[in-house]
């Protein structure tokens, strides 16, 4: 094949190609609201942890 043949693709294949990758796309794009929630908790959870480790420290020196 040369860079001058042609590929035919019927107006219903594009039609279904294009709806895959939509769809596709919105998967992608829920995975990553998913993965941005869970990063957002996970750093929160580590900022609470890291408080109270601070505030074990805090009451051990104080006994």
Known sequence: ????DVVRVDLETLVDIDLYLKAVLTLLQTLDMDLSNSIKALRAAQ?????????????????
Do not use: N
Request: avoid cysteine.
């Open 47 to 63: 900022e609470s942890i890291q408080k109270s480790l601070g505030a074990i420290q805090v009451a051990r020196k104080s006994d």
């Open 1 to 4: 094949m040369s860079s001058r």
